[in-house]
């Protein structure tokens, strides 16, 4: 993984596929752009399509080159420093090719002319680096601000998540004391171990999915005590966890809607079903549990987990994410999905 600095970086990493497709293009619709200007539809010239292409997409590949080579060198520097550095590269590289071109092509002595197709080159460069260089600080500062923003949503987000999930904690300690104060120490140990990772980082960066279904088990764990018999879980995971990556505090208060809401009212109780897969690039998440009756006189939930996962799932992930919800008779389910990989 890149480091951060490099990563913050407003130049990009032009030794990437990407980055260097860009440059050919736009490269060549410039080439395009100013043969065009210098002649006409009827009488246009191929040959200097060529040879113009042929100059220029040399020039930006080498500095492509270069800059990459570079980049490293360039990170430790302040902006304005490696914006100068980055400039004046590409601006030599252009001198000397426009100098080796003109003698190239040089059919007498050297003249005034030539003189000034190179200068012509190096104004031409000169105006496209600065916008590109332009371009590319703005991408960064945008990038900086959506990533500003992204964090301080998902601050928010689980701010909102937190005093739910402490206020059900509480409950289930409280419903132990009395009946097994021996449980109940025990509930308290792992229910330490759950508030660490509800007060850890706020970045909302994935972890891998080994962890947060490690979580959910304490969890469970703790319900059962309460719930005794009439909580049972069904774990279908069919993905590597440690290759799975999902952020933190996702799948347990899903899981915890499941059996607030979908077993705690039923005398019999019921099971819930955690099923996980992947397809293609996307992962499958599903909870089901069963439904309490139309008539039973139990409080239903108001939609703020699943609220506060699809909106911090679709702020990691793009609108790819989703996070749905169905009822089939008497059994409720909850589809989370989502991209394998953060865009």
């Known amino acids: 993984m890149a480091e951060e600095s490099e990563v913050d970086f ?5 030794c990437e596929a990407q980055s260097i497709l860009f440059l050919v293009l736009v490269a060549e619709l410039l080439v395009f752009v100013l043969v065009l200007a210098n002649s006409s539809l009827i009488d246009f010239s191929w040959i200097d399509l060529g040879l113009t292409s042929l100059f220029v997409q040399w020039l930006v590949l080498l500095s492509a080159a270069v800059l990459c080579n570079l ?12 914006t100068l550095i980055g400039y004046g590269v590409i601006l030599l590289l252009t001198l000397i090719f426009s100098i080796l071109a003109e003698w190239f092509l040089l059919n007498d002595s050297w003249g005034i002319k030539q003189s000034g197709h190179v200068v012509r080159n190096l104004i031409v460069a000169a105006v496209m680096t600065g916008i590109a260089f332009r371009y590319f600080y703005l991408q960064h500062q945008l990038r900086q601000q959506q990533q500003a923003e992204l964090k301080s949503r998902i601050q928010a987000l689980q701010s909102r998540i937190r005093p739910h999930f402490l206020f059900n904690s509480m409950n289930i300690i409280a419903s132990l004391i009395s009946v097994a104060p021996e449980l109940a120490e025990e ?8 508030f660490r990772a509800s007060l850890n980082d706020t970045s909302n960066q994935p972890v891998p999915l080994k962890e947060e279904l490690a979580l959910c088990e304490k969890y469970v764990h703790i319900e059962t005590l309460r ?4 909580l049972k879980v069904e774990w279908r995971i069919n993905v590597d966890t440690s290759l799975v990556y999902i952020p933190m505090l996702t799948l347990q208060p899903l899981l915890e809607n499941a059996i607030y809401h979908g077993i705690q009212p039923l005398p019999e109780g019921g099971v819930v079903i955690v099923d996980i897969t992947s397809e293609k690039d996307m992962l499958n998440l599903t909870i089901t549990n069963p439904v309490a009756p139309e008539d039973h006189p139990y ?3 108001n939609q703020m987990a699943l609220d506060n996962t699809r909106r911090r799932l679709q702020a990691v ?4 994410a989703s ?7 008497q059994t409720f389910t909850t589809r989370v999905r989502y991209p394998l990989s953060p865009p």
Do not use: I, K, N
Not at 10 to 14: A, G, M, N
Not at 227 to 230: C, F, I, N, S, Y
């Open 317 to 320: 992930y793009g609108q790819e």
């Open 10 to 14: 407003f130049l990009p990493d032009l």
């Open 323 to 329: 996070v749905t919800t169905y009822q089939d008779g």
């Open 299 to 301: 409080q239903p939930g």
């Open 227 to 230: 719930l005794d018999e009439r």
């Open 71 to 82: 980049r490293p060198y360039l990170v430790g520097l302040v902006t304005g420093m490696a």
């Open 187 to 194: 509930v308290v140990e792992d229910l330490s171990v759950l």
